[in-house]
């Protein structure tokens, strides 16, 4: 049997969809209750092959500032990666951490930065903001926070074992359209890539 047969389909549901964080409505967000954004780094606001943040990655990080959200980057990958990123943003004047080695989707990562923000957030006030269902979206409905899938940046420059996931998230995505067709739908799952 797939592996992809024996898991849970509802763990795999994400709250939202959206092509790139750029296209969440921060706003409506905040308006829903959320305060504090658990945000993934690669392929999700850098791809692979970056290690700086964008120009698109600073206004984003403005506009999360002006809306009066905390945001906290957890990573899977290695601690200089994520480092040399956040050392950035700090120059910039956003107060802004990060962790890596977070090894979603268990919770040991997105525990320690849902720690470290300034002050405690509700479960239900933590979104986590992610590119992959098997990592980023399943670690966040473990976490019971909200959670929202977007379109990697760039797969051809992923590690091998993120393709390996893409593989079964393929086959995740093909069952959330024969099984649960009205969420499919109201997704926009369809402009998955």
């Known amino acids: 049997m797939m592996i992809h047969k024996l898991l849970r389909l509802k763990q795999f549901i994400p709250h939202e969809f959206h092509e790139t964080v750029y296209d969440i ?3 409506q967000l905040h308006k829903q209750g959320i305060k504090l954004i658990l ?3 690669d392929n999700t606001l850098i791809s ?3 290690d700086l943040p964008s120009k698109e990655n600073i206004s984003f990080f403005q506009k999360v500032q002006e809306c009066g959200f905390e945001i906290v980057l957890v990573s899977n990958n ?3 990666r994520i480092e040399k990123y956040t050392k950035v943003l700090q120059e910039l004047g956003f107060d802004i951490k990060g962790f890596a080695n ?3 989707p268990l919770n040991i990562g997105l525990k320690k930065a849902y720690k470290s923000a300034t002050k405690k957030y509700p479960r239900e006030e933590v979104v986590v903001i992610g590119d992959q269902l098997l990592t980023d979206v399943w670690g966040a409905n473990r976490f019971d926070a909200y959670s929202i899938l977007v379109n990697p940046i760039r797969k051809k420059t992923e590690k091998w074992y993120t393709k390996m996931n893409r593989k079964t ?3 995740m995505i093909e069952r959330i359209k024969k099984e649960m067709p009205d969420t499919f739908e109201r997704l926009g799952l369809e402009k998955r890539k």
């Open 48 to 50: 692979y092959d970056e």
């Open 39 to 41: 945000s993934d780094l």
């Open 169 to 171: 998230e393929v086959k």
């Open 78 to 80: 290695v601690p200089s």
């Open 102 to 104: 977070a090894r979603k």
């Open 25 to 27: 409505d921060l706003e």
